[in-house]
């Protein structure tokens, strides 16, 4: 695999998925404007190659209606309402005809419902968890970090923040970030057992030490002197994660989503995620979200479809 140093911000972040791609993406539940739009507009820029999955004759409309361009040369697959889309994406990843997935008209559950069958699904033997990356200017830098899990996982105990921890670090080395500094979150940096946040976070830093190569990893951190040298300096917390993190932990579902949505809708910043530990790339961007940031999701799941490791 190509290696590359820690993109810039989101243009990087899609000029390495033109040089990587086109890698076919499945649109499942086809019938979706802004998904069309991004999809077309990663098949124009060389970045994917768009397979649309459901209701050909109200996706046709759609992308005549809207002018939708890019998409002349999608291959369509018919699918009769959400579940079956869901399972025909599915059964074209299973046999390679696809290599990312990519949520439309349907919900997350009836995609997610599909990938994690026993029997028919993407199943990998491993935990699943969604990695969002944001453009960070708090410090007076822009950089790109990374929000962990604001998607799957609703209460992850010891053992699953450890392997949201190992796919955060796999998909930030993906993206080229050489040593990959990781935060683990909490309300406080101090580790008190009235705050069971702080004591998981304490527990997975020190798991991290002896078991994740190629990467710093340090909890608990608030959210303040993870990403500001001034604020960990303020509050004697040294080493190389402090006020630096590149990728942020939280304890819950709930923190995680809302500090992704902070970074779009209070921050302004362009987004993408992608669920990692399965077969292949899931996508699953909220229907609300922007043509714009669902693009730079399909950017950031080609990068990862291409690398091995995290397939």
């Given amino acids: 695999m190509m290696r590359y ?22 649109l499942v539940g086809a019938d979706s404007g802004s998904g069309l739009r991004a999809l077309g507009a990663a098949a124009t820029e060389g970045i994917a190659v768009p397979v649309l999955v459901g209701d050909e004759r109200a996706a046709g409309a759609m992308i005549i209606r809207e002018g939708i361009r890019g998409l002349e040369a999608a291959r369509f697959v018919p699918a009769v309402g ?20 990519m949520k439309g008209s349907l919900r997350t559950d009836q995609l997610m419902r599909a990938a994690l069958d026993r029997d028919r699904g993407l199943r990998a033997g491993r935990l699943l968890s969604d990695v969002l990356l944001y453009q960070d200017t708090v410090s007076g830098q822009s950089r790109l970090v990374a929000v962990t899990d604001g998607g799957i996982n609703p ?18 080395r993906v993206l080229g970030f050489e040593r990959p500094r990781v935060a683990l979150l909490s309300a406080t940096e101090v580790v008190s057992e009235a705050v069971q946040s702080t004591v998981m976070s304490r527990e997975v830093a020190e798991w991290a030490a002896g078991n994740v190569d190629g990467a710093d990893v340090a909890g608990p951190l608030a959210l303040d002197n993870a990403l500001l040298c001034s604020a960990a300096e303020a509050k004697g917390i040294g080493g190389p994660v402090a006020g630096r993190a590149d990728v942020l932990v939280t304890p819950t579902i709930e923190a995680g989503n809302i500090l992704g949505k902070a970074a779009k809708y209070l921050g302004g910043s362009i987004t993408a995620h992608v669920v990692v530990g399965a077969r292949l790339p899931i996508l699953i961007p909220s229907r609300v979200e922007s043509a714009d940031d669902k693009l730079h999701s399909i950017a950031l799941g080609v990068l990862v479809g291409s690398n091995d490791g995290l397939r």
């Fill in 5 to 26: 140093l820690a993109p810039s911000g989101f243009a990087e972040l899609r000029a390495r998925a033109r040089s990587v791609g086109p890698l076919p993406v499945a």
């Fill in 82 to 101: 959400p579940e079956s889309a869901a399972s025909v994406a599915v059964e074209l990843a299973r046999s390679g005809e696809v290599a990312v997935l």
């Fill in 155 to 172: 209460v992850p105990d010891t053992e699953a923040l450890k392997r949201i921890v190992e796919n955060a670090v796999e998909v930030l």
